[in-house]
């Protein structure tokens, strides 16, 4: 041995073989000790003691000594020793080791683009713009190399951008498009805020009919929002972040929330994101405006269905405010125009408020607060007895929030939510029964929960952009429902309370430039007094789009429900006064899958639309309450709820001319709701009272200069089909005199049948003409509107019996009148900006 090459090596073999000749016996474990030995001749060895044989190219060893030791090794503990600090690596193929140099990969620099879009006018955020980063501004020979929308806070990023120069485009509907030329730097993230130019769109009333682009304040039974034949108490709202239990006005007529304090409105029936859950239809998503940063400013209006005031701007440098109030009285146009009906007397009042502070750096927190007092009273005089009706409901939120960008990717939110909700129902019955039998004449309910929520998005690269959240919702309800109010059994809860937890994440992967996926799921816990529930909603949609001018989309949304709104009979199938109650270990939660699948096309860069899509939903453990007629063997809700399936399924077309000076929707629904109970109907399918099969609804404005607009709202739904069979309850009738509240089916005995909630509800029509003209008074904006009406929203849409009977279920009873388009009715209003 070679002074020079080696200066000590020391071989001993764990194995004692013996030896012939020459050769060695290879083993599975040796020990060595290299100092300053050519790698060459280390491998070299190996091969002598290990049963494997090692290839390697004599350039890549060339030059390269090595000093390791190594006690008890095996042969891939010994090889990684001898290739540890050096630049080579090896694999096994077949029965050959092969050394070679690793491959190199050197990360390119890159940067992030990132910040915000908002209003130029307001400075309010933009939710849902689109960004794109492009090579130029050539429509046909462009490249797009990264999209992404904003969120709800106006926020984009786009991670992973190699150094060069590119257009950046936004594009949101109602506001002109921007181009900006931008150079990216490598290893330094560049942040740009953008501010758009709006232009007229359409956009009648801020209460969503259907889908975001069709927005009417209409439902068929006083309710705000009717989607997809749900009713609208499965509907959640949301004001910023803040969860409203009823926000519906009596009649429908007004909007539901003031348009003075929108910014934005998403109306999500599928394809629901994760953060999204805990109730079986859809979601209302709703903004509130800041107050603007430049100056003080506000509106004010009065007219024959309600007045309003505004009023909004900074309070320094960095806090604004926006304070709103409005107060309905649409009951007052009806007394003075002598339409020879008594009508009902119907008030509402609404107080909202915002203030918003931004903090060092890129955050901002907000308080943003709801209040909404409704009531409505009548009487009713038939057959020597008197009812008079006082019923009222609130509403009231509280949130604070706060929303931060933590890296150019990352983007936190935080809420801190209280919301309260209840109702007070008053019935004053003067009557000859007896005293003992004298029914109780009130029910009254509350419910009111605290909120943490935490929410982060990742744009982790340029194909993932990842966010996940927690919620944790204290519930507390309270509240004694009479038989007299809910013409089925009477229902009490006593400081009920309840913690709802859940976790969510979604993955927005980007799988081709013009390919999204959205997959993740949404995991809750209710823990109550009455039991303990668990689920989780899978949630999965996908999006692609041919070119720019076209979307095809389909989804699948599970949904767990721990907290069912009772809809059923009585005041609370026909009045907005509906209440919640939770699941127990007597009460089972309800469980829905969603599907859609649909396409859209833009035309004539998206001045015209055309849209169609299709949907199925199902829902298990579906609630309903039985009327059983021999007291006292329904003691209260809970022995009386049924438990069914539900489906809803239908198409929607839809054909809009969003831009210019006339503005068009048209949409048709073709719809099915079906409910199957085992108990009811003999087991077989009927149609929900909530069904309709035909929705037409037509919007159009017009403008005629700068100072007339003239407009037109008509919608038109079927009413109540004769070819499906209506729902009935198998029961013994003890009294022979229950009236039309509760119909017969075809062939059946009063002994053996009785319709619970009278089946479909019927049909309704919407008509309404409007004339605004825009003029200056004292150099202030002032407009005038004119608007015809038909009786929708405007007349007490009901007509209330009375009749003597000993069961206080059936002293009453409720049934709405044929709608009409016709008569029409004209309503005034002035309103003025400063």
């Not at 007219?303 to 649409?330: E, K, N, Q, W």
């Not at 085992?678 to 009272?689: D, H, Q, T, W």
Request: with cysteine; proline share 5%.
């Amino acid at each position: 041995m070679k002074a020079a090459g080696t200066l000590f090596i020391s071989i001993v073999l764990l194995t004692v073989v013996p030896n012939h000749g020459d050769a060695q016996t290879p083993v599975e474990r040796a020990s060595f000790h290299f100092q300053n030995l050519p790698l060459r001749a280390a491998l070299d060895s190996l091969m002598k003691w290990y049963p494997e044989s090692i290839v390697y190219l004599d350039s890549d060893v060339e030059g390269i000594t090595i000093s390791q030791s190594c006690l008890h090794c095996n042969f891939d503990q010994a090889l990684g020793l001898l290739l540890s600090g050096t630049s080579l690596t090896w694999l096994k193929l077949g029965n050959q080791v092969i050394v070679k140099q690793q491959e190199l990969h050197h990360a390119e620099p890159s940067s992030t683009i990132s910040g915000t879009v908002t209003d130029a006018r307001t400075g309010e955020w933009i939710t849902g713009a689109s960004v794109f980063l492009q090579d130029s501004l050539d429509r046909i020979n462009n490249t797009i190399r990264r999209w992404c929308p904003t969120n709800d806070f106006g926020f984009f990023s786009l991670p992973s951008v190699r150094a060069g120069s590119y257009v950046l485009a936004i594009r949101s509907l109602g506001y002109d498009n921007v181009a900006h030329i931008v150079k990216v730097v490598a290893d330094e993230d560049l942040q740009i805020d953008i501010g758009l130019s709006s232009r007229d769109i359409v956009m009648e009333e801020v209460t969503v009919e259907g889908r975001r682009t069709a927005m009417t304040s209409v439902d068929g039974v006083s309710r705000g929002v009717y989607h997809r034949s749900v009713p609208t108490d499965r509907n959640q709202y949301l004001l910023d972040g803040g969860k409203i239990y009823n926000p519906t006005h009596f009649g429908g007529v007004l909007s539901t929330f003031s348009p003075e304090v929108l910014n934005d409105v998403q109306v999500i029936g599928g394809g629901l994101p994760p953060s999204y859950g805990g109730r079986v239809g859809g979601f209302v998503d709703l903004s509130l405006r800041d107050g603007s940063r430049q100056e003080l400013s506000g509106s004010a209006g009065i007219g024959t269905l309600g007045s309003t005031l505004s009023l909004g701007g900074p309070v320094d440098g960095s806090t604004t405010f926006l304070l709103s109030g409005r107060r309905g009285y649409p009951d007052a146009s009806m007394e003075f125009l002598h339409t020879g009906e008594s009508p009902s007397r119907q008030r509402f009042s609404e107080l909202v408020g915002k203030m918003t502070h931004r903090l060092s750096g890129s955050s901002q927190i907000s308080l943003s607060g709801y209040l909404g007092e409704d009531t409505y009273e009548n009487s009713v005089v038939a057959d020597k007895q008197q009812l008079d009706n006082d019923f009222s409901w609130h509403n009231r939120m509280l949130d604070l929030r706060w929303f931060g960008i933590a890296s150019p990717s990352l983007f936190l939110h935080a809420s801190v939510v209280y919301s309260e909700y209840g109702f007070e129902l008053g019935h004053s019955l003067s009557t000859n029964l007896p005293q003992s039998s004298a029914p109780v004449l009130s029910s009254e309910y509350g419910i009111d929960d605290i909120a943490i929520r935490l929410h982060a998005e990742d744009y982790y690269d340029e194909d993932h952009t990842l966010r996940a959240g927690a919620e944790v919702v204290h519930h507390r309800m309270n509240g004694t429902i009479s038989a007299f109010s809910s013409q089925i059994a009477p229902f009490a809860l006593q400081n009920f309370s309840s913690w709802e937890t859940t976790v969510y994440l979604q993955d927005q992967w980007r799988l081709l430039p013009r390919l999204t996926a959205e997959f993740g799921g949404r995991a809750t816990s209710f823990l109550g007094d009455g039991g303990t529930f668990s689920g989780v909603d899978p949630r999965f949609s996908l999006r692609a789009s041919p070119d720019e001018e076209s979307l095809l989309y389909c989804s699948l949304s599970g949904i767990n429900e721990f907290i069912h709104p009772y809809r059923n009979s009585g005041i609370f199938l026909l009045y907005p006064t509906v209440f919640w109650y939770p699941s127990t270990d007597k009460i089972r939660p309800s469980t829905s899958i969603a599907l859609s699948l649909g396409g859209q096309r833009d035309f004539d860069n998206q001045r015209y639309s055309v849209s169609v899509e299709s949907y199925y939903r199902i829902t298990n453990n579906l609630h309903d309450f039985g009327l059983d007629t021999i007291p006292p063997v329904a003691l209260d809700l809970n022995t009386s709820i049924l438990y069914g399936t539900g489906k809803t399924y239908g198409i929607l077309l839809m054909f809009q001319k969003r831009l210019g000076d006339l503005t068009v929707s048209i949409s048709y629904n073709l719809s099915w709701s079906l409910e199957q109970f085992p108990e009811v109907n003999a087991g077989k399918e009927f149609a929900s009272p909530f069904d309709r099969r035909h929705e037409v609804q037509f919007t159009a404005r017009y403008s005629v200069g700068q100072e007339w607009t003239v407009g037109a709202l008509c919608v038109v739904a079927s009413g109540q089909s004769s070819q499906i069979p209506v729902r009935v309850i198998a029961s013994k009738v003890s009294t022979p005199t229950l009236g039309d509240r509760f119909a017969l089916t075809n062939n059946a005995s009063l002994g053996d049948f009785l319709d619970v909630n009278g089946g479909r509800l019927p049909g309704f029509q919407r008509l309404e003409f409007s004339a605004v003209r825009a003029f200056d008074l004292w150099n202030l904006p002032c407009q005038f509107t004119f608007r015809l009406l038909n009786g929708y929203g405007l007349l007490d849409p009901f007509v209330w019996n009375l009749r003597n009977s000993s069961d206080i279920r059936t002293v009453w009873s409720v049934s709405l009148k044929n709608p009409s388009l016709a008569p029409i009715y004209p309503a005034v209003g002035l309103s003025v900006r400063f």
